[in-house]
Structures are given as structure tokens and as C-alpha cells.
């Protein structure tokens, strides 16, 4: 199984980022798929999860300015970010559990600074 994370980079605050991570190397459906982020000095944290049926779910920090969608034919899944703030800066890595186990990407970093 393969989770390839992209779309990371540079922005200043209040600009704009759309991750995707394509998900390959499997048979199965699968259900949840997530998008989750490290700051230096920080733990991993969840930013979002979505379900195969399309059910969301937001970190409280981020409700409002990220949307998180998938094409489900694809295996692909989106994280798109608008307004975003400094505190937004970290390695953000996509997660796909496939038959009860966590897959996770290398991650792509994104920095917000002026």
C-alpha cells in the first residue's frame, strides 16, 4: 500500500493550498481516510477525516477554512485550505485505514509565513 501525499509549499497568511493524496497497492475499499499534520516541537495531530460515504469531521482549529473531500473511484483525497495562519505551518500526512489497519504518507510540508 502507498499513500502519496502532494501539493505542499509556501504561502503567506491568508493564502490558499490544496494537498491531494492518492492512495494505491490495494483491493479493498477503503472507509476512512484522513489528513492529519506535525508542527515542530508538536505532536501529530488530526485536521480532518471523511468517511467513504462522505462524512466529515474537523479539527476545531481548522472548521470553517479546510475542506477535506476524496473521490472514492480514484482512491484520491483532497484537503483543500483557505485562510490560512501561521500556526497552519507543519508536515501534513494523509492516513487511509484499509481493512482495520492505518497506512500513513510521507507527508508534504506546508509553511505559511509573511
Known amino acids: 500500500v502507498q499513500l502519496q501525499a502532494s501539493g505542499g509549499g509556501s504561502v503567506q497568511p491568508g493564502g490558499s493550498l490544496r494537498l491531494s493524496c492518492a492512495a494505491s497497492g490495494f483491493r479493498v475499499s477503503i472507509n476512512v481516510m484522513g489528513w492529519y499534520r506535525q508542527a515542530p516541537g508538536k505532536q501529530r495531530e488530526l485536521v480532518a477525516v471523511i468517511t467513504r460515504g462522505g462524512n466529515t469531521n474537523y479539527a476545531d482549529s481548522v472548521k470553517g477554512r479546510f475542506t477535506i473531500s476524496r473521490e472514492n473511484a480514484e482512491n484520491t483525497m483532497y484537503l483543500q485550505m483557505n485562510s490560512l495562519k501561521p500556526e497552519d505551518t507543519a508536515i501534513y500526512y494523509c492516513?487511509?485505514?484499509?481493512?482495520?489497519?492505518?497506512?500513513w504518507g510521507k507527508g508534504t510540508l506546508v509553511t505559511v509565513s509573511s
Open positions: 492516513n487511509a485505514n484499509i481493512a482495520g489497519v492505518p497506512y
